[in-house]
T-cell receptor, first 115, second 113 residues
């Protein structure tokens, strides 16, 4: 299995508080992604990174920010959490991006509940 | 929206081959077909991918029709641990999302003893 660790695995917090999720990889892959999964919506891309300090928005980026200061770490931050951000969050990594057929590999997810 | 169509559910007897179909009639010439599965509460697991030739690895085989409008994932000897939702995905190739995967609803495969 790809060396991807997501932390925390579970978190419960209150509306309005800041939350940071961490994705750590040991594969030295260039590309990293954050998805959220909700019933009826499947997986949706939030943000992605194509290198250190290089990030871009995905399909559902509003309310989220990301940072990548090291190849191995990709952080997802909810500046002021809302109940609509209750979800399961998955991190993925891949060696190649758009012009590569390399697959993405996923972590085990973070289950986030915002009360 | 997903560019693929899959049956919502399938059953398979343990030890038998599971054949999961996928329709992708609008696939472009340079788009790959990927298969992932997701076992309850876990992250999606990559299975296999291909462009136009049939592919086989330790997990499964992928058969793509000559016109590339459909494909079949074959699990040769299904076990109870293969019970999962299987996603067929056509890779979105260009633009700002750097290889974004669009997951549809998938096929819920139930392997029964």
């Amino acid at each position: 299995d790809a060396g991807i660790t997501q932390s925390p695995r579970h978190k419960v917090t209150e509306t309005g508080t800041p939350v940071t999720l961490r994705c750590h990889q040991t594969e030295n892959h260039r590309y990293m992604y954050w998805y959220r999964q909700d019933p009826g919506h499947g997986l949706r891309l939030i943000h992605y990174s194509y290198g250190v300090k290089d990030t871009d928005k995905g399909e559902v980026s509003d309310g989220y920010s990301v940072s990548r200061s090291k190849t191995e770490d990709f952080l997802l931050t909810l500046e002021s959490a809302t109940s609509s951000q209750t979800s399961v969050y998955f991190c993925a990594i891949s060696e190649g991006g758009t012009y590569s057929n390399q697959p993405q590999h996923f972590g085990d997810g973070t289950r986030l509940s915002i009360l | 929206d997903a560019k693929t169509t899959q049956p919502p559910s399938m059953d398979c007897a343990e030890g038998r081959a599971a054949n999961l179909p996928c329709n992708h009639s609008t696939i472009s010439g340079n788009e790959y077909v990927y298969w992932y599965r997701q076992i309850h509460s876990q992250g999606p697991q990559y299975i296999i991918h291909g462009l136009k030739n049939n592919e086989t690895n330790e997990m499964a085989s992928l058969i793509i029709t000559e016109d590339r409008k459909s494909s079949t994932l074959i699990l040769p000897h299904a076990t109870l641990r293969d019970t999962a939702v299987y996603y067929c995905i056509v890779r979105v190739g260009y633009g700002g999302s750097q290889g974004n995967l669009i997951f549809g609803k998938g096929t819920k495969l139930s392997v029964k003893p």
